[in-house]
């Protein structure tokens, strides 16, 4: 069964607006990680947050935890129509059988319009 | 360095064949997994190497499939045999050290299509 769900299955914009998606997930993590997947292509690593941080920023995308609601936010700024792609976020623990597996949700779909 | 390499990127086969999948890791890299996506499912964890040795088998769907790593540059994944219902991409991606906290590297996939 997967770990994290994304919220909303599919978000479409104009180029300049804000982009937000939302991941829920089950079980306690180690860390988070959000990856996006152009039409066709492998699935490229964008960020990680660990347990124990509550907010992260890269270039253009803030990334909030909160592992009381476990739930996460990643937060595209000015969205351009080369974000143009699906977000999926994936979920670590450690420890046990499943120590170092990545289980990713279903994944949101972002339609960027110029 | 040139990612991870998947060969074939497309396959077409037809149901009871064999197929096999080739992966190529980044170098250096002491990680390897095979996950499958489709649209019904979406992206699966088959199974995980550390090391060239099997840890987590757990998600390989049935004794149709079987995977192998003989040595830290290569590994493959056998579908035998196949059937349609096993059409998906199947990824390849590596990572270095502990997966626990760092990124994995996804290869661009082999498309199967199994008539």
């Known amino acids: 069964s997967q770990q994290g769900e994304e919220d909303p299955q599919a978000l479409s914009i104009q180029e300049g607006e804000n982009a937000t998606m939302n991941c829920s997930y089950k079980?306690?993590?180690?860390?988070l990680q959000w990856y996006r997947q152009n039409s066709g292509r492998g699935l490229v690593h964008l960020i990680l947050?660990?347990?124990?941080?509550r907010e992260k920023h890269s270039g253009r995308l803030r990334v909030t935890l909160d592992t009381s609601k476990k739930s996460s936010s990643l937060l595209i700024t000015a969205s351009r129509a080369a974000d143009t792609a699906s977000y999926f976020c994936a979920t670590q623990t450690a420890g046990g059988t499943s120590y170092g597996k990545l289980t990713f949700g279903q994944g949101t779909i972002l339609t960027v319009h110029p | 360095d040139a990612g991870v390499i998947q060969s074939p990127r497309h396959e077409v086969t037809e149901m009871g064949q064999e197929v096999t999948l080739r992966c190529k890791p980044i170098s250096g890299h002491d990680y390897l997994f095979w996950y499958r996506q489709t649209m019904m499912r979406g992206l699966e964890l088959l199974i995980y190497f550390n090391n060239n040795v099997p840890i987590d088998d757990s998600g390989m769907p049935e004794d149709r499939f079987s995977a192998k790593m003989p040595n830290a540059s290569f590994s493959t994944l056998k579908i035998q045999p196949s059937e349609p219902r096993d059409s998906a991409v199947y990824f390849c991606?590596?990572?270095?050290?502990?997966?626990?906290?760092?990124?994995?590297?996804f290869g661009p996939g082999t498309r199967l299509t199994v008539l």
């Open positions: 079980t306690s993590i180690n860390n």
């Open positions: 991606a590596s990572s270095f050290r502990s997966p626990v906290y760092n990124e994995q590297f």
């Open positions: 947050i660990r347990s124990n941080e």
